[in-house]
């Protein structure tokens, strides 16, 4: 079984790149917190209660992003070798032991990808400390604590998550009849399984106990610390939802534009209709992002609106750089490196597509452009849902507040969403235009 595991993992790199640097990521962001808790804890006094308060937020944050991407990016990469699962089965290896290699490489790219990043945060972490923390007089000369402990912590995090997010496609890759799988490698209809069923009901019942609970006739200071919390809620409780609400949006907006405009729209639409994992897994972690960077300037706008309506005068919004850094860089980061990474791991498997496509008569510039058309496809996607859920959770709060309407960040939510289509559009093409310079005949012939 070791053997399996290994040339497996060897053959199939580009696939298990996604998912590796994913969790390299993951590990990163999460050590910083770690990083945090653990000075504070070793302090205590005036540093623990100023890292705690921040701690809080932005382990809400990372965890939130880092369940949906890792999860979304172990469904992914399972889902692409269904093919290779059924072959396995074909050759004599039992349905259980197809389950046990896929749930046990998981588990070694999540601890292998989780202490990478945890050593790469080492020599990042005290001078992102010392950057955020320069005007914080208590956190002046403290000494800063990231341990061994911590450490395995983080990776057993990780590695868990990836484990529990692949659980799911691992049993179905198990159970799935291999004459089956061989005749559809990518299954087009995906279903909500009992994680994210908990997910989405844990995600709505926590979003809906905040928004209840917010008093628009408390201090800033505290309305606030809850506040900001909203939005991020709503973004996990829609991405749990993916694989019923990803589908209803994307298929309703590509309705609108009709298919004749281009051949290479229709290609393109129909492509990411089908391939539902995929889209999916690029879909969520970008909305994420918006939903997350919106949520906090908007929030933060709408507060300071309401301020102005107090006291009568308006002091204006503006949000320090480190505290963008702290609350949102790793959320972004991890956002960023999973979209990029689900598209890029997904574009060898499209070989053989493209091929068929060109021996049809399309040509190569065709082709590229119906993957710039497809990058364009899950942006839009994923920026309409960031938009949904920045402005379901400014009406709450403006609502609180009694304010007519939320200031909604929408220069904000415009250059995260065209950041991600940035990334996407390098994962798509860069790929895509690689798999067009080897031969057709040759293409063809391997499978």
């Known amino acids: 079984m070791i053997a399996l595991i290994v040339s497996d993992l060897m053959m199939r790199w580009r696939v298990w790149f996604g998912v590796l640097a994913v969790t390299v990521t993951s590990g990163f962001v999460g050590a910083h917190a770690a990083g945090l808790l653990e000075t504070g804890a070793f302090h205590g006094g005036a540093v623990q209660e100023g890292l705690a308060s921040t701690s809080s937020a932005v382990i809400m944050f ?65 001078t992102l400390f010392v950057w955020v923390f320069r ?91 809850q506040a900001i919390l909203l939005t991020p809620l709503i973004a996990a409780a829609l991405a749990a939802a993916g694989p019923i609400v990803f589908p209803l949006v994307l298929r309703g907006w590509t309705s609108l534009v009709p298919t004749t405009i281009s051949a290479t729209w229709f290609l393109a639409r129909n492509s990411a209709r089908y391939r539902l994992s995929r889209s999916s897994a690029a879909i969520g972690p970008l909305m994420v992002a918006i939903a997350l960077a919106g949520g906090l300037y908007t929030t933060g706008a709408t507060l300071a609106a309401a301020e102005a309506v107090r006291s009568g005068s308006d002091a204006g919004f503006d949000l320090a750089p480190e505290g963008v850094v702290i609350l949102l860089g790793g959320p972004l980061l991890l956002a960023g490196v999973a979209a990029a990474a689900t598209v890029f ?103």
Not at 96 to 113: D, E, M, N, R, S
Not at 349 to 363: D, W, Y
Not at 398 to 417: D, N, R, Y
């Open 135 to 225: 005007e914080w007089p208590e956190m002046q000369g403290v000494s800063l604590h990231l341990g061994i402990g911590s450490g395995l912590l983080v990776v057993a995090a990780v590695a868990l998550t990836v484990v529990l997010g692949g659980l799911r496609s691992a049993r179905r890759a198990s159970r799935t009849p291999a004459i089956e799988a061989l005749r559809d490698a990518e299954p087009p209809r995906i279903r909500m399984g009992w994680f994210r069923i908990i997910l989405t009901v844990c995600a709505l019942g926590g979003t809906t106990a905040l928004a209840t609970t917010l008093d628009g006739d408390a201090s800033m200071s505290a309305f606030s610390g």
């Open 62 to 126: 990372a965890a939130i992003t880092a369940l949906i991407v890792l999860s979304s990016t172990a469904n992914l990469t399972i889902a692409l070798q269904l093919r290779d699962y059924a072959l396995w089965q074909l050759v004599g290896v039992r349905p259980a032991l197809v389950a046990v290699v896929v749930l046990t490489q998981l588990g070694v790219i999540g601890i292998i990808g989780a202490l990478v990043g945890w050593l790469l945060a080492l020599p990042v972490f005290p």
């Open 345 to 447: 791991m997904s574009g060898h498997t499209r070989e053989r597509e493209f091929a068929l496509i060109q021996a049809v008569g399309s040509t190569r510039g065709a082709i590229v452009l119906t993957a710039i058309w497809e990058a364009v496809a899950y942006a839009v996607t994923a920026a309409m849902l960031g938009v949904a859920a920045t402005a379901v959770g400014g009406l709450v709060i403006a609502g609180k507040l009694s304010l007519p309407g939320p200031v909604i960040a929408f220069p904000t939510i415009g250059l995260i969403a065209g950041g991600g289509l940035a990334l996407l559009l390098a994962a798509t093409v860069l790929p895509t235009v690689t798999a067009l310079r080897t031969e057709i005949p040759r293409t063809l012939a391997v499978e």
